[in-house]
């Protein structure tokens, strides 16, 4: 089998072209080969999320995906959530304002998966935020704050 | 311009949104794994696959020849070159335990580093760490402290008998006697298992060879930059002046990243030695077996009582798994001296004796973790206390409020010879009581519930020293005594104040906090205050981020260092006005007069004093830097009171939280969002202490649970929503700030467990050992056979 293969990937609306050795994940893709260091590893085995990144409009964990997995895909960091002219995403700002990080490990992971919850179900209860997060894991906060960051974004979508 | 011009709001007690957390929601954060140097090298380390055993021969010829390796290095070559690190002696340790950086004879636990290997990148390293050989000869290997203490143990080190790294015995009062004459004595057992503090990211380091002036720079994560240049240039043989330690932007630290490990300073012994950068990152599976656990704890207590339920003596018996080493620097001290000596937590005991001992095993060192040894300490008593009122047939809040220690009789100073003072213990109990409608509670428990589920409800008061001063020691018998710690204040020419401290950030936001409390002593807008935590090359010394102090010292030395900073600018201020300077006052950056008929703004002032100095009499142009120790000498104590309802499931074993309330006493606040978020973060952890987290090993010495599947910390779903309420006393230290980061890991252990407890008790049964997980449930009500 070959080591190496060539990949096409969009990440953040800008096209790559790459060649990936075949073991490299997608996590390291992004934050060696690309230098998008927002993405970070926290088990590297699918468990905690601080990895979650949006591959074709669906959350997924970059630490088990292979980068030659990509090759035509569209990804979304956190580096991608600002508005072209540097605005923070609404959940960003709200994931500031609720005080929902404390060490900011966890939060890409975070704000990644809370964006697609609220794509999906755009009125969450309580309950359905605890579940939509609980794949991803964060030690500092409590997970309170995320939780009524979240549910503060969802008001503002609806208003 | 509005009247506000006068008075600036007022920072301290503001939830300011911290700028500091701007970076890390935009994906801008620099943590360690994030720092690149060109010509960087990549570290990876063999780790024994035995608990215990003897190198026989460790062969990395094959290693070397793999093309991208550039090194093998092993603990023989480290011999001579580099100091090991032994434990230290004091008045109550054992026998000595010598770690060295990489294993030289002995491998003593699993997971414990034998070579390093440097490569072009770190899977090569790995790749190059698969064919090293390693000859071991197992040997006995010891993991029950229990047993380890008996004389026919095996040794984990030969000048170490009946393994003991720590010993002590303490008694004040005549014991024995008030146990003899007691109305009631009630003894209990409590078993807490291994933890760790399973930070989202794991250690690691960059070592830069001459970069800038410096011979070694270490990027680190770590929470005591300046304690690791120490002891880096000690045992590295180098002049302190050669190394800077630099701490980025850290993913959780939690006591875990505040010791000494050997990974770091091998990595800054191959850079020098290779004169080329090496990095080196730890990932889960090195985490969970290279990092320091936490608890693992035997814990046998009793105590005396008059037929009130007034606690009249308390006595312990503390057997603690310290692992295979003693933890650098803090020593095997930490669990077994804190978890005995502040067992009297807020309670009003007059006569205590304690027995407790650090034994070592072959496990992972045991160090710091979020409030050392206070949760098991805290939770024992207070299942304990529960066991009396029952007894007594008293309610346990009743109960308490009759043990707790009242404001009129402080300052009191305990058994144990803390003082406790300006403290709200019981009007903490009274806040949660009231909020949690503690009589309803007791109602509904009584009704039957859905499923034949079982209501319990959990009562527990706790008592926090935080902020600790040069006159309270850390931990008898540790190296490291900290008291004193400092900050420099610097008006920039552009007007900016600069504040500079040691005591880096894992997320509790202390630079805003040092900002805030800047602002309001200088009178100085929070937009044009800046603050650096994190570098031994800008920072004044200090000790760093841990024990609940950062707050404390940070804002004292500000506080102190601002009084100094306003007294200049006043003086410069009143020449440059020509107006005397009781008429002057500082707002908004600006220094005017009282009736604004005169002003300038700092800004002008500053580039005035550092550019037109020729125009100034020197005596009132001393510059605008200023450096201050902060040392309050004693520590103070933070409180509270957490109320915990809990249905458990007889059939299941599972345990619900229904209601969550916490009360706490945690000084002055500076910032309330960034205080709740680290009461509700520690509650969560509390939590994971009692339903979830454990380590578990085999008789082997096999770590079991090395993943983040077998190691559970709690998700959102686990932990509900936290009610929590202040009653909060000023502390004498300066500002009347007091610590907030470990209280409530101690009291939701104790609330949890005295909850579970309380169910069981509805069916006769009850639980001694935590984490509560389903089966010891299920034992505790004799579903399930218990261990007898």
Known sequence: MAREQKIKVTVNGRAYEKTVPVRLSLADFLREHLHLTGTHLGCEQGVCGACTISMNGRSARSCLTLAVQTDGADIVTIEGLRAEDGTRHPMQQLFLENFALQCGYCTPGFLITAIELLRDNPNPTEHEVREAISGNLCRCSGYQAIVDAILAAACEELA | ?788
């Open chain 2, 1 to 788: 311009m509005s009247d506000t011009r006068f008075v600036n709001q007022r920072m301290v007690g503001s939830s300011v949104i911290p700028d500091e957390a701007i970076p890390l929601v935009e994906g801008d954060g620099r943590f360690l794994n994030d720092i690149k140097l060109p010509g960087m090298y990549h570290v990876a380390f063999l780790r024994s696959q035995h608990a215990h055993a003897r190198l026989n021969s460790v062969d990395a010829s094959e290693a070397r020849k793999l093309p991208g390796v550039i090194k093998v290095l092993t603990g023989k070559e480290l011999l001579g070159k580099v100091d090991p690190f032994r434990s230290m002696p004091n008045r109550f340790s054992g026998g000595e335990s010598v770690q060295h950086w990489l294993a030289v004879d002995k491998v003593r636990f699993c997971g414990e580093a034998i070579c390093a290997v440097v490569a072009e990148d770190r899977a090569t390293a790995e790749d190059a760490v698969d064919l090293i050989n390693v000859d071991y000869e197992p040997l006995p290997v010891v993991t029950d402290p229990r047993l380890g203490e008996q004389d026919d143990s095996p040794l984990v080190h030969d000048a170490c008998p009946n393994n003991y790294l720590i010993k002590r015995e303490y008694q004040r009062g005549d014991v024995d006697e008030v146990f003899r004459n007691a109305h009631l004595v009630v003894k209990r057992k409590f078993r807490i298992g291994r933890k760790q503090a399973l930070c989202l990211e794991g250690r690691g380091c960059v070592a830069g060879y001459r970069e800038n002036t410096f011979a070694l720079t270490l990027w680190i994560s770590h929470q005591l930059p300046y304690v690791v240049r120490h002891y880096l240039a000690k045992h590295l043989r180098l002049p302190e002046i050669e190394v800077r330690v630099i701490v980025p932007h850290t993913g959780g630290g939690f006591g875990q990243k505040a010791s000494i490990y050997p990974e770091e300073f091998v990595c800054a012994f191959l850079a020098l030695g290779l004169r080329r950068p090496v990095k080196w990152v730890e990932d889960r599976l090195e985490n969970m077996v290279a990092s320091t656990h936490a608890r693992d704890q035997y814990i046998e207590l009793e105590i005396a009582a008059d037929r009130d339920g007034r606690i009249l003596a308390l006595s312990s018996d503390i057997w603690v798994d310290v692992g295979a080493y003693s933890t650098y620097l803090w020593s095997a001290g930490m669990e077994p001296l804190q978890t005995a000596g502040l067992m009297p937590g807020p309670y009003m005991i007059e006569a205590m004796r304690y027995r407790t001992r650090g034994v070592a095993t072959n496990k992972t060192p045991v160090g710091p973790y979020r409030a050392v040894g206070r949760p098991s300490a805290s939770a024992s008593l207070e299942l304990l206390i529960d066991d009396m009122a029952r007894r007594l047939k008293l309610d346990p809040v009743q109960v308490r409020l009759r043990n707790l220690i009242p404001i009129e009789a402080m300052p009191y100073r305990n058994a144990n010879n803390l003082v406790h003072d300006n403290v709200n213990y019981v009007p903490c109990l009274k806040l949660s009581v009231v909020k949690s409608e503690y009589e309803r509670q007791r109602t509904e428990q009584r009704e039957a519930r859905p499923n034949g589920k079982l209501r319990g409800i959990g009562v527990a008061c706790f008592a926090e020293l935080t902020g600790l001063g040069t006159s309270t020691a850390v931990g008898p018998g540790t190296l490291l005594q900290p008291g004193r710690d400092a900050a420099t204040l610097r008006l920039e020419t552009s007007g900016v104040l600069t504040i500079a401290a040691a005591l880096p950030s894992q997320g509790q936001r202390i630079m805003t906090a040092m900002r805030q409390v800047a602002s309001d002593e200088l009178g100085i807008k929070l937009e044009d205050i800046t603050s650096i935590t994190n570098d031994t090359a800008t920072a004044p010394y200090g000790f760093g981020t841990f024990a609940s102090r950062t707050a404390v010292f940070g804002s004292g030395a500000v506080i102190q260092a601002a009084r100094e900073l306003r007294k200049r600018m006043l003086a410069l201020g009143a020449h440059l006005l020509q107006v005397p300077v009781e008429d002057l006052t500082i707002a908004n950056s600006v220094i005017q007069t009282v009736d604004r008929s005169k002003s300038i703004t700092l800004r002008e002032m500053a580039e005035k004093s550092y550019f037109s100095a020729k125009d100034i009499p020197p005596e009132l142009n001393q510059g605008f830097e200023v450096t201050s120790f902060y040392d309050p000498k004693f520590g103070s104590f933070a409180a509270g009171a957490h109320i915990v309802v809990v249905d458990v499931d007889p059939k299941t074993g599972h345990v619900e939280i229904v209601r969550y309330v916490a009360s706490e006493d945690v000084g002055t606040i500076i910032n309330p969002a960034v205080v709740e978020g680290q009461i509700i973060g520690g509650i969560a952890q509390g939590i994971g202490e009692a339903l979830l987290e454990e380590l578990v090993y085999d008789e082997a010495g096999q770590p079991r649970t090395v993943t983040l599947a077998d190691y559970l910390i709690p998700s959102a779903l686990e932990i509900p929503r936290i009610e929590l309420h202040h009653a909060n006393t000023p502390s004498a230290a300066l500002g009347g700030f007091k610590g907030c980061g470990e209280g409530s890991i101690i009291g939701a252990l104790g609330a949890v467990a005295c909850a579970i407890s309380d169910a069981l008790s509805r069916r006769g049964g009850d639980i001694y050992e935590f984490p509560a997980t389903p089966e010891r449930v299920l034992k505790g009500l004799g579903v399930l056979p218990s261990d007898g």
